[in-house]
């Protein structure tokens, strides 16, 4: 049976044992080659289970164009999570000011401008864009393995709410009764798999943290529709279940947005389902202890068969 732990007492553990490594910044932690393992590991019983699915695997940099994050919606609800790339745009005399400003521990970032790049929210959101330029999709719709690393401006404590992870994700495009049915596989699939790794889960409705006042009313019909769910596995002392997995129907928002069509000429819907692999990494260390060598042999066996 694991002990209570608060969220700064979990990340001072992790901390401890090496498993994370403090960069000064929370939210933003460097790995061990256990943990890292740890997470090869969660990503390759992912790739095992989504085999039979015969998914395209498509691979983006943590970088996307600027113009994708505008056109995708993401900041009408999510302006605070936004990061995007700046780079120095300056002459000479603003370097050397850069250089001054350095030197007495003042703001040097005045000559900073905004890039063409934004940094990736969700690892599925190059995907759109990228299939909707091949033109209509194949009868059948399609389906994409995707993941990258990921940034969302929440700095915290919180072991389980990082600045920057990685997301994998499996995503289907198609008829709305296709996109549908694959989320309703997924969600009995996703659970079988934490449930083999001796997890206690728990699958609930959700709403996405929208901002501001529209954004509660964004969360609400967002919730009230079921577009999405999440597995959630119960990890820190006097917080809620975190969400390891989440299981989320766009409806046609991304096929309308980025001109994305059926076989037949309609607006795509897609769903997806994302895996939050440290968040599953961490919820196994906090319930099989910090040692995977000891860990339960039936658990190691579904990681290192």
């Given amino acids: 049976m694991t002990t209570a732990l608060a969220p700064d007492a979990l990340l001072e553990?992790?901390?401890?044992?090496?498993l994370f490594l403090s960069t000064g910044v929370d939210?933003?932690?460097g790995r061990s080659a256990v943990l890292e393992e740890l997470l090869e590991r969660l990503d390759g019983l992912v790739s095992a289970l989504a085999a039979e699915d015969g998914a395209e695997r498509l691979r983006f940099p943590p970088a996307l164009p600027r113009r994708t994050l505008e056109r995708s919606g993401y900041l009408k609800g999510f302006p605070h999570l936004a990061g995007t790339v700046h780079a120095?745009?300056?002459?000479?005399r603003d370097h050397r000011e850069l250089l001054a400003a350095l030197e007495e521990g003042r703001?040097?970032?005045?000559?900073?401008?905004?890039?063409?790049?934004a940094l990736v929210p969700a690892a599925c959101y190059p995907v759109y864009p990228t299939l909707a330029a091949r033109g209509p999709l194949p009868a059948g719709g399609g389906l994409v393995d995707v993941a990258s690393w990921c940034f969302r401006h929440?700095?915290?404590?919180?072991?389980?709410?990082?600045?920057?992870?990685?997301?994998?994700?499996?995503?289907?495009l198609g008829t709305p009764e296709e996109v549908r049915a694959f989320r309703a596989a997924w969600l009995e699939?996703?659970?079988?798999?934490?449930?083999?790794?001796?997890l206690p889960c728990t699958i609930e409705t959700a709403h996405d943290p929208f901002f501001g006042r529209g954004g509660r009313v964004m969360a609400t019909s967002q919730?009230?529709?079921?577009?999405?769910?999440?597995?959630?596995?119960?990890?820190?002392?006097?917080?809620?279940?975190?969400?390891?997995?989440?299981?989320?129907?766009?409806?046609?928002?991304?096929g309308r947005t980025f001109g994305l069509r059926t076989a037949t000429g309609e607006a795509a819907h897609s769903a997806c389902v994302g895996f939050g692999l440290e968040r599953l990494a961490?919820?196994?260390?906090?319930?099989?202890?910090?040692?995977?060598?000891?860990?339960?042999?039936?658990?190691?066996?579904v990681l290192w068969s």
């Fill in 88 to 92: 120095f745009a300056g002459d000479e």
């Fill in 282 to 301: 961490i919820a196994l260390l906090r319930h099989h202890g910090l040692a995977p060598e000891r860990w339960p042999r039936s658990v190691r066996a």
């Fill in 154 to 172: 929440e700095p915290s404590r919180e072991p389980t709410r990082l600045q920057v992870f990685r997301m994998r994700e499996l995503v289907r």
């Fill in 189 to 198: 699939r996703g659970r079988r798999m934490v449930e083999r790794l001796a």
């Fill in 27 to 29: 939210g933003l932690y």
């Fill in 13 to 18: 553990e992790l901390l401890a044992a090496g």
């Fill in 223 to 254: 919730k009230d529709q079921g577009l999405k769910f999440e597995l959630l596995v119960p990890i820190l002392d006097g917080a809620q279940p975190t969400a390891c997995l989440s299981f989320n129907y766009h409806q046609d928002h991304f």
């Fill in 107 to 117: 703001d040097w970032t005045r000559c900073q401008r905004p890039t063409e790049l």
